[in-house]
């Protein structure tokens, strides 16, 4: 069960990896490309696309977490509104070659917890958008890990919090269950380092979805 505590299994993780090659790559090749091809925020026709293509795909809820009376097209008016802040955000975000580390991770941090902080005008009270920005963000960056809370239960059961795992300071603006999350997955992830196994953040994250079943 999610929440107790589990080991990491190499045959499941193997697994887990060529179920999502052979179910999931052409289709997130997909989305890979749509944020290649329309990267910026300028344009409502492209940025309604990714935000209802990814939002929608990846279960991300976003909906649920808008006031009463907004919609899926609101989050991409707003992207546009502030197209600027947007653009910058992202070019923020380290390189897909930088190494998967504390300092690039407190970066990705710093930009996911601000374009929270910007869907806020439009959210519910006490509802978070965090994994509907941190997919969005992915698929614009690959180097950005993937939340969802069936994940971060499953990881939370493999590395039960230690200072250890705290490689950087609380940027500005963090989701903290975010942080949270990125700094265990970074231990999950070198682990995997020191074993060979060429991890990419997209496989841990499937993997992390489907433990167990």
Not at 3 to 13: H, L, P, S
Not at 22 to 48: G, I, K, M, N, Q
Not at 79 to 106: C, I, Y
Request: overall charge positive.
């Amino acid at each position: 069960m999610a929440g107790t505590r589990k080991a990491f299994a190499e045959t499941e993780y193997q697994a887990a990896v060529a179920k999502y090659q052979a179910e999931w790559s052409t289709l997130d090749s997909v989305h890979y490309r749509l944020c290649r091809e329309y990267p910026h925020h300028t344009e409502l026709s492209s940025v309604f696309a990714k935000v209802l293509i990814i939002g929608r795909t990846y279960s991300t809820g976003v909906q649920r977490q808008l006031k009463k009376g907004e919609t899926i097209s609101e989050v991409a008016k707003l992207f546009v509104d502030q197209h600027k802040t947007m653009d910058n955000l992202l070019a923020a975000l380290p390189s897909v070659r930088e190494r998967l580390d504390g300092q690039s991770l407190r970066s990705v941090v710093e930009v996911h917890g601000h374009v929270v902080a910007l869907l806020k005008p439009i959210t519910r009270r006490s509802r978070s958008t965090r994994a509907f920005v941190a997919k969005y963000l992915h698929f614009h960056n690959p180097i950005v890990p993937i939340y969802d809370s069936y994940a971060n239960s499953n990881l939370t059961a493999l590395r039960q919090w230690t200072d250890a795992y705290k490689v950087f300071e609380e940027p500005e603006n963090a989701d903290r269950e975010y942080m949270w999350y990125v700094m265990r997955l970074l231990s999950l992830f070198n682990e995997l380092i020191n074993q060979r196994l060429q991890p990419t953040v997209r496989h841990l994250d499937y993997y992390l979805l489907t433990m167990g079943d």
